[in-house]
């Protein structure tokens, strides 16, 4: 289609003004506002008590949650792709709730079965653990909701590399563990780091479901999303300028992450 | 299966359970009281119009980004990655500060749907870009070439060739996007304060107690999103055939 060049520049026109508007616009403007008075103003407002300690919460949860949905991501996509169980195809389609579930719904849920009048509730605080409004519940919300991200990048790939590298390794005599080991993950590596990046994205990133879950005391249970909504909802000292810097923040750790995503999408081939 | 089981499926269950708990009657005043049945309503129709816009834009910028050819193109297709890192609320800030009450750029768009809608196209930019961007790539130029030499329009090859072939990238991503809407919560906490919205509601009840009517709504918010998706995705077969 050779498209001439009034329709090619309208349409390059079209799509960078809406990136503009939508994208470039607002994150350009939240650093402005963080630094508007200085750089000493922004930086206390991150190191107060309230907000390192929801910075090490924000890392905790996604310290245990990603490498938890990571093995899980891996091994059932193995299951997915290379074995012919059954109830295989269920499977697949159970693997795609968190996508359909809202993180607030997925935040009641977790009430309804951690809680204290929930279904396993008052087994847990009959052994004195605390899951909702405890980092507890939002780990476990957050593995929830970034449940299905590492599964669905490592399946394609594990479907493109094929299995005769695996065949082979058994042929000369590899235990299963050991194809495992050698063979298939190396060859997957690319999609499980793709995976476990956007996996991370959402743990850090994640509000609805945690807040359900959260007992919204600062210093316990804030993490920097939670914060960011409390100092904008509740202006403190800072006013609605600390919650531009925790913004900021997020933001900060949200670009490394976006880095990370472009270094390695050249060899990804599925986009999902 | 059971790490599935503990994560996702018995508290899915149990939100089920405890719409039905006191009966369909309670059910069936959880969701159809005025609230209920504004939010769900807005949710709908704002989710909808966003899946449309999305689509629509989602296909130019991919096209834009694979067809085109500018400097700085790279650095923009990166970007698009974007609302995937930046967490939801920090969008949520940045639009209300931007868009909203005192807007350095003179646009006041506080408390109406608009500004919730501009968050919802913000969220769900990548999915379309990002799913027919592959398929664009591998699309074979020589088609168009052909049809446009044998004396199509650009207009008739596009509607002949090119979309037929993106069709099944574009509903893809386009369900994606709508069932993020759906349920979206992180970008529209600070701006949906007037515009009642079901995942708002939800929250709400949960926060006050109320839990049944939260479990009834979110059952309600659940069978319409899986309703509309089963409908795209039976349209999206029978047109692909």
């Known amino acids: 289609m050779v498209v001439r060049p009034f329709w090619r520049y309208s349409l390059r ?50 310290a245990i949650a990603v490498p938890l949905n990571t093995i899980f991501g891996v091994g059932t996509a193995i299951v997915l792709i290379r074995s012919k169980a059954r109830g295989r195809r269920l499977l697949d389609a159970l693997i795609d709730i968190p996508f359909v579930v809202s993180p607030v719904i997925a935040g009641l849920a977790l009430v309804l079965v951690y809680g204290i ?7 847990f605080a009959d052994h004195g653990i605390q899951i909702i409004y405890a980092p507890a519940g939002m780990i476990i919300a957050t593995v929830f909701v970034s449940l299905p991200f590492c599964v669905r990048e490592v399946a394609p790939v594990l479907m493109e590399v094929g299995t005769e590298q695996e065949q082979a390794a058994t042929t000369l005599g590899a235990s299963s563990w050991q194809t495992f080991w050698r063979v298939t993950l190396p060859s ?48 403190g000292p800072g006013g609605i300028t600390a919650a531009y810097a925790t913004g900021t923040e997020l933001a900060v750790m949200s670009l490394i992450v976006l880095l990370a995503m472009t270094l390695l999408s050249p060899q990804r081939k599925d986009a999902r | ?50 899946a449309v816009i999305s689509a629509v834009m989602g296909t130019i910028v991919a096209w834009v980004l694979i067809r085109d050819e500018f400097p700085g193109k790279r650095l923009l297709n990166a970007i698009i990655d ?19 009450t005192g807007s350095p750029v003179g646009v006041n768009l506080a408390l109406t749907k608009t500004i919730i809608g501009v968050a919802l196209l913000f969220v769900t930019l990548p999915f379309v870009v990002r799913s027919v961007q592959p398929v664009l790539l591998e699309i074979d130029t020589e088609v168009e070439e052909a049809a446009s030499s044998l004396g199509a329009a650009n207009s008739v090859t596009f509607r002949r060739v090119v979309l037929p072939a993106l069709r099944p990238a574009i509903v893809s991503g386009t369900a994606l996007s709508f069932a993020r809407c759906m349920g979206e ?17 939800i929250y709400n009840d949960v926060e006050s107690g109320t839990t049944q009517s939260a479990a009834g709504l979110s059952v309600a918010l659940l069978v319409i999103t899986l309703a509309i998706l089963f409908g795209l995705r039976t349209w999206g077969s029978i047109r692909g055939r």
């Open chain 1, 13 to 62: 026109t079209v799509a960078l003004a809406y990136l503009a508007v939508l994208l470039i616009g607002p994150v350009v403007f939240i650093f402005i506002k963080t630094f508007e008075h200085g750089f000493e103003t922004a930086w206390s407002y991150v190191t107060t008590p309230a907000a390192v300690s929801a910075f090490w919460l924000s890392v905790l949860i996604a």
């Open chain 1, 117 to 123: 009048n929930g279904w396993f509730g008052s087994w």
């Open chain 1, 188 to 235: 997957i590596r690319q999609g499980v780091a793709y995976g476990v990046v956007l996996t991370t994205a959402r743990a850090l990133g994640e509000i609805g479901a945690v807040a359900v879950v959260s007992s919204n005391v600062l210093g316990s249970t804030v993490s920097l999303p939670l914060l960011v909504k409390y100092r904008t909802t509740t202006p």
């Open chain 2, 1 to 50: 299966m059971l790490y599935l089981s503990v994560f996702v499926l018995i508290p899915v269950a149990a939100v089920i359970d405890k719409a039905f708990s006191t009966g369909l009657g309670d059910f069936w005043t959880s969701v159809s009281n005025s609230i209920s049945r504004t939010a769900l309503e807005n949710t709908l129709v704002i989710s909808l119009i966003v």
């Open chain 2, 82 to 100: 974007l609302p995937f890192a930046l967490p939801t609320i920090v969008a949520s800030l940045a639009l209300l500060g931007l868009y909203g």
């Open chain 2, 185 to 201: 919560y992180g970008s529209i906490v600070l701006l949906a304060t007037k515009v009642p919205i079901a995942s708002l509601i």
